[in-house]
């Protein structure tokens, strides 16, 4: 029976916080406390067999969970791993049972399947995990802090390499629950009050759940109890750049920059936490000190030509771009060369710097591209060639390369071909969210307006909180259904409370706001849509609401910039049509 995957990626998984220490791998603890008595476990579901012994008992669950596991049935699956349980003890098949309770989203037979594996290894970690990050879920915070204290004090590294590991545990349940995590985190602190990292698992629990203050005060006692360690300084640093506190944050920058070795280093990870939260500028002066440092620096000049691509900025982008050329980043060079030669139109230019990268990732991204840019030039025959050659040579990234054909089949106008298209791939992989999506945008573009929510809607089934699949189920019943516009109001302010920084929900509202007849309104958001991404459909919206506020030169601007980079594209060339003919 395979071992299960470790539960601190696939279930606890904490984001990487910028310049935070990363935790210290654990060891399995011989000498951990066993669990409290667990009450009887019950979890048969079939009707009980008239098998002569507890193993025959045992062996009939196990073939049944087997045969449910083969048909994608993790719920059922999970389920009859526990009623062979109940007659054997066996770690690895309660590991499995609860890796699939976890995967059906069930979180009372999770827990009950997690209670089962730590009854029958006390020392396993990852049991305790699971339980008391469902525990926390729920609420039950004695349970989360008995477990959490257990993981600390268990450790084979020690207490304090015991608080990175409930780190995660305690920092990836919801918003909602930031009062119970930082109320069992305070109460552990509690407990060992003079361990530096005790303060600075608080600190960084609490940077996670925005209480700011309460960060800062954690990492300055930290820092108050082990003087020489720079964590605790760039975790100061972390929590005064989300502050906004930019000039503090620069001032011990430069500081510890005149004494780290390398500074360079330093600086090229401080400019990635100032990008995370927005503060380009910024950025771009680290960049540029490490530049003046080591003229050399690839990953300081790829970063500045990077942000400079984003700003518009194309000629200092290539230029950048151009000097890593011959370096150790060359293939992602080339790549962006052939982006910039594309927003530029110079298509032979940009097969040309796709066709220089051979090797690694790079590859395929540039193979896709290249794909892209060969429909642009009309050769989409050419382009879906090289896409099925993609599929035959790396088939365990088809569903990509799928996503990527529909996606040019719906842009020359062909999309029933991208329907057959997806049909096929979904034989494949029936209940693929992104082959369904896919195919609900070639269905709207047919006008099969409920072939394409039920794609959506199917979405929404097994991902209630998907964004993307609200934001165009409440789009497309804004432009296709507006009997049902009250509907569409609702799944937009879901997906934009889900996604508040995406473009495309950004202007879904804008654009539900203008059929809503509040043009004043939605030129705000339409402005800060196109501002974040200047799609030409974006643009068609934007100039509509200025032409009909009366402000039609600035209209005609947005029209004739996007069209110059978009000449073909519907939307825009039909709300020019209509409304500047």
């Known amino acids: ?46 009707p009980e067999q008239p098998l002569a012994t507890d193993s025959a008992r045992a062996q ?30 066996d770690v690895e098949l309660a590991q499995r049972a609860t890796a699939l309770a976890i995967v059906a989203r069930n979180e009372d037979l999770s827990l009950q399947a997690a209670r089962r594996w730590l009854a029958l290894d006390p020392t396993s970690a990852d049991a305790r995990e699971v339980i008391a990050s469902l525990s ?8 989360t802090l008995t ?36 109320s069992v985190m305070r109460q552990l602190v509690e407990e060992w009050p003079d361990l530096a990292a005790a303060h600075l698992a608080l600190g960084l629990t609490a940077l996670h759940y925005g209480r700011l203050e309460l960060a800062e005060a954690a990492a300055r006692k930290a820092q108050a109890l082990d003087p020489q360690e720079r964590k605790y300084v760039l975790l100061l640093i972390s929590i005064w750049v989300r502050a906004n506190r930019i000039a503090e944050a620069d001032a011990r920058i430069d500081q510890l920059a005149r004494t780290d070795t390398p500074a360079a280093d330093l600086r090229i990870g401080y400019a990635q936490l100032l990008l995370e939260f927005g503060h380009r500028d910024a950025a771009r002066r680290q960049l540029e ?13 790829y970063a500045l030509g990077t942000l400079a691509f984003e700003d518009g900025d194309l000629v200092t982008a290539q230029k950048n771009f151009e000097g890593l050329l011959d370096g150790p980043r060359s293939s992602d060079a080339a790549l962006q060369l052939g982006r910039i030669a594309e927003t530029q139109q110079r298509y032979a230019q940009a097969l ?56 040019l089949l719906i842009d020359a106008g062909q999309s029933q071909a991208a329907v057959e298209l997806y049909n096929a791939a979904l034989d494949e992989d029936a209940d693929n969210p992104d082959l369904l999506y896919g195919r609900s945008l070639a269905y709207e573009r047919l006008g099969q307006i409920d072939a394409a929510e039920r794609d959506l809607r199917r979405i929404l089934a097994d991902e209630p909180d998907d964004a993307r699949a609200l934001n165009a189920l409440g789009y497309m019943l804004v432009v296709h259904a507006p009997e049902r516009i009250a509907e569409a109001e609702t799944l937009i302010t879901r997906a934009l409370a889900l996604e ?82």
């Open 1 to 46: 029976m395979p071992s299960p995957p470790r539960f601190r990626s696939a279930l606890l998984g904490l984001p990487l916080l910028v310049l935070a220490c990363a935790a210290t791998p654990r060891d399995e603890r011989p000498n951990a406390p066993p669990p409290e008595t667990e009450a009887p476990l019950v979890a048969q579901t079939v």
């Open 60 to 89: 009939y669950h196990i073939l049944a969970g087997e045969m449910a596991a083969g048909r994608d049935q993790p719920e059922q699956a999970a389920r009859e791993f526990l009623a062979a349980l109940a007659y054997i003890d």
């Open 136 to 143: 926390l879920k729920r609420g039950e915070l004695a349970e």
């Open 147 to 182: 477990q959490c204290r257990e993981l600390i004090q268990g450790h084979p590294g020690g207490p304090a390499e015991g608080f990175m590991l409930v780190l995660p545990v305690l920092s990836q349940a919801g918003a909602d629950r930031a009062d119970g995590a930082l």
């Open 289 to 301: 000190s490490v530049l003046k440092l080591d003229p050399r620096n690839a990953d300081a000049r």
């Open 352 to 407: 040309a710097y796709y066709r220089r990268i051979t090797q690694g990732q790079a590859s395929v991204e540039a193979a896709v591209r290249s794909a892209y840019v060969l429909a642009r030039m009309k050769r989409l025959a050419e382009a879906r060639a090289l896409l099925q050659e993609l599929r035959e040579r790396l088939p365990q990234m088809a569903i990509r390369f799928h996503l990527a054909e529909g996606e």
């Open 500 to 581: 508040p920084d995406d473009a495309a929900i950004i202007d879904s509202m804008g654009w539900l706001q203008f059929k809503l007849g509040r043009p004043e309104q939605a030129l705000e958001w339409l402005q800060k849509a196109y501002a974040k991404f200047p799609d030409p459909e974006v643009a068609a919206h934007l100039g509509e609401v200025l032409w009909v506020l009366n402000r039609r030169e600035e209209a005609q601007n947005v029209w004739t910039s996007a069209l110059r980079k978009n000449p073909d594209h519907p939307v825009l060339r039909e709300t020019m049509q209509r409304l500047s003919p």
